[in-house]
Structure formats: C-alpha cells, structure tokens
C-alpha cells in the first residue's frame, strides 16, 4: 500500500508553510530518521525526517512551492516490491480512502444506539448541508476564526474550511467575507419596539485596490508578503484589537550597572576556540537587563501571570523572550528560567540563539511561548517607546539607549548615565499598582546591580 508523506505541523499555529528543498529523489530509498526536505514556516527553516521505510514513488508537491496547507499531500512511497509507478500516477490516493473506511463503518455501527425504542417518528426531510457540514453537525474552527465570523456576522458552519482536518481558520473567514457569501441566518424573533438599535458595524480596512489607488501609477513596486510578514502582523492585529494595553515609564541609572559590566568582562577567564583564544564571556548591557527583569518577576510573582478567559496562569519560572530583528521581520528566543542563570550563561545562551534566528535555525520550542519579553532599540539611539504585547505574554518592556543626562541629587545638578524603559502591560492579568510594583524592582535591580550576582 502507498505510504502518503503530508505536510507537517511544526508548530502548534502552523496553518501552511513553504517546501524550500527536496533532499531526495523519486526512485531514492529512505528509512525512519532520515532527513527527506526542508520546509519554511513563519520564524524559521525546519528538516523534516521520513518516519517510514520505503521507495520515494514521486514528489507531489515541488521544491520552492509557497502556501503549502498543513496534512497537503508532498509526496508518496511504496514499500519493498510495490509498483512504484502505480502509486506515482494514482499520487498515493488510495491510502487516505481506506484510512476513511473504518471510520464510516463505525458510524454505521453506532447508528442503530441513536434509534429510540418507541414508535417511529413521522419522517423529516433531510437536513440540508452547507458546504460539507451537515445541519447541527459541530464545526470546527479556530477561535480567531470564529470570533472573526462573529462580528462579521458570517455563519461559520456555512464556511468551507482549509486547515487541518477541514477546520476553518482565519484565512477561509475572510475569504468568506470577501465573497459576500454565508452570511449568518436572521434571529427567528424581532427585535422589541423599544429595544437600542443594533451598532453600527466596524469599519473595515482599505482593499489593495483603494489603497493603490492613491498612489500614482508607476511609483512604486509590489513585493509580495512572505510567510514571516503575515504573521507578525496577524499578531500584532490580534494583539491590539485583544488586549487591553497601559504603559508605565521610568528612567534608571546606569553608573553602576556599567562600572560592574566592565569589572566582570575584564575578570573573564580565556579559553581555546577555532578562532583563537578568546574571552569565555562578553557581557553586554541587554544580558543584564535581561536578568534584572527575571530577578523582578521573581521578586514580584503575582506579575508573572498570562491572561485567559478562564483562569490567571501563573508561572513558576521567567521565561524572557527577547526580540530579536532579521531579515524580514523579527522573532522572540527565549531563555528559560533566566531567574536562575549566570549572568555569563545568559550572555552566551543569548548570543548561540540570536545567531541561529537570522539564520533561521531555531526550533520551534525555542522561540513559542515564555512568560515575558525584553524589546532593546537603544543601540539604534532611540530614547523611548512602547513595545505591542507578545500574547500569551502579560508583559513586554522596552528599553531605549543609556544616555547623560543632568539629574538632581541632594539639590545639586549631577551628570548621570540614564536609560528609560517603558512597560507595556495587559490590564486584565496586571493592574497599575502591579506593574509599577514590577517596574520598581526592575529598576533597583539595574541601579544595584550586585543583587543579580547572588
């Protein structure tokens, strides 16, 4: 029996992605383990090993296609003394066939439990069915998806769904949008005569074609999104339009914090490379942030919290997730339980993961999840801003340059190294008090800085 190779999940959000190369050809014999293509996601470039023995009978799907839906055929093979080429032109298409048929005879089977042991009832008609959803049948959708197809007011039972397993995503709600089609069923029942009348509906963003249409014809060119682009920016409108942003600003000193960088650089051991002999660590003033706003959740645990409609979860650990700009966007590597690492542990954890990221290297478990984030533009020179949220994140803090400035002590004007940092919080899981409770003690960790050496 053909043995069908889908397009992988290698992410829990995964939804498509890119199949940049095949690593083997059709006639090639492969066993479990062995690496069989490179597939693109959103943040990163993932080998995708064969799980299965056998003869590569033909590559479905080819090198260099985009927008791969995950659970897509890619490719087939055929087990020792198969006929390749029968598998190669039926394209592996027998194998999901009766992968389905248990599944029908289960339902044939359990038919007959539904059936009531009184009198038969007088025959219904047949419940319609709105692209492949039978009436009443339960359908399943992400909750984006949904929520999207609520204000829309499109009936999400009615949308024909694309991702995994037929589920409907985001993608297949606004196609139907567009459309102008499955619209949601009037309520049975009017509304009563001295009921408010209904909200006026949201406004909806320019189309490509208004959107050019403001621009002269001829002065621009038109780069296509790439997988990396979509997301941050479904995220980024996900973030805004879902959590309830307030931010908190307060500048720190960083006298201190620079004469002890300099201090322990200068006492770091030297050790053998490739390259030489080089320090074992370069501390830089992001590790130390870093640490300091690890060492604050600690201090402040109520604050180390992620929203849910549910529950407040708490987390044991600081999990700092650290934006990091390559090309084409940006993604967030994490150093987990940073609470609890070196200062030296943090700076070459951080350095290994930022170089695979602008190389695309990273799994998936390095970069998904943590309980916070760190967003650095001051050695951009930028003074201040307010970062956007990384859901399921409650925090993020941005941090703008070190710079002199005159400060007053003691009622004299002094001249101080002072940095500005920015907390963005989400008002549901952290209240003001909270957040500057958080902020205070990252601040004295910055202006104290020996309390994260013990």
Known sequence: MPINITMPALSPTMEEGNLSKWLVKEGDKVSPGDVIAEIETDKATMEVEA?????????????????????????????????????????????????????????????????????????????????????????FASPLARRIAKDAGVDVSAVTGTGPHGRVVKADVEAAIAGGGAKAAPAAKAAPAGAPAPAAAAPKAMSDDQVLKLFAEGSYELVP???????????????????????????????????????????????????????????????????????????????????????????????????VSIPGGLITPIIRRAEEKTLSTISNEMKDLASRARSRKLKPEEYQGGTTAVSNLGMFGVKDFAAVINPPHATILAVGAGEERAVVKNGEIKIATVMSVTLSTDHRAVDGALGAELLGAFKRMIENPMGMLV
């Open 51 to 139: 799980v299965d023995e056998g003869t590569v009978a033909k590559l479905v799907v080819p090198a260099g296609t985009e927008g791969v839906k995950v659970n897509a055929l890619i490719a087939v093979l055929v087990a020792e003394g198969e006929d390749a080429g029968a598998a190669a032109k039926s394209g592996g298409a027998a194998a999901p066939a009766k992968a389905e048929a248990p599944k029908a005879e289960a339902a044939k089977a359990e038919a007959p439990k539904s059936e009531p042991a009184a009198a038969p009832a007088p025959k219904a008609e047949a419940a319609p069915v709105a692209n492949g959803h039978a009436a009443g049948e339960r359908t």
């Open 225 to 323: 999104h790439d997988n990396m682009r979509k997301t941050i920016a479904r995220r980024l409108v996900e973030a805004k339009s879902t959590i309830p942003h307030f931010y908190l600003t307060l500048d720190c000193e960083l006298d201190a914090l620079l004469a002890l960088r300099t201090q322990l650089n200068a006492a770091a051991p030297v050790k053998k490379t490739e390259k030489g002999e080089a320090p074992a660590y370069k501390l830089s003033v992001n590790d130390m942030v870093i640490k300091a706003m690890a060492m604050a959740l600690k201090a402040v645990p109520d604050a180390n919290a992620s929203w849910t409609d549910s529950a407040m979860v708490k987390h044991k650990h600081a999990d700092v997730g650290v934006a």
